[in-house]
């Protein structure tokens, strides 16, 4: 069975930068995606980005791109989400989650707390 521990998150002045990580466990995960989601307050849940596990191959929403990058470590069976340029709006809880490449995400982090504010 698959699990995930996300640690990271906080508190941060808009402008700064956080790193989140995301610990795999229970399987080998050759053939999955790994993606990071977050659902800002009375929002609904929305697609932040995603890396391959096996090619590395990124891919990521508009909101994202060009502050944040995506990367794993297979040796360490961990992804991270490296976020630079923070806005206020980027305050959500951010989850990661796994999915067969082509598949629905069927697992899920415990998701952490991010706030972008002075």
């Known amino acids: 069975q698959v699990q995930l521990v996300q640690s990271g998150g906080g508190l941060v002045q808009p402008g700064g930068s956080l790193r989140l990580s995301c610990a795999a466990s229970g399987r080998t995960f050759s053939g999955y995606v790994m993606g990071w989601f977050r659902q800002g307050p009375g929002k609904e849940r929305e697609f932040v980005g995603s890396?391959?596990?096996?090619?590395?191959?990124?891919g990521y929403a508009a909101s994202a791109k060009g502050r944040f990058t995506i990367s794993r470590d297979t040796t360490k069976n961990t992804v991270y989400l490296e976020m630079n340029s923070l806005k206020p709006e980027d305050t959500a809880v951010y989850y990661c989650?796994?999915?067969?490449?082509?598949?629905?995400?069927?697992?899920w982090g415990q998701g952490t707390q991010v706030t972008v504010s002075s």
């Open positions: 890396v391959g596990w096996s090619d590395a191959r990124t």
């Open positions: 989650a796994a999915a067969l490449r082509g598949q629905a995400y069927t697992a």
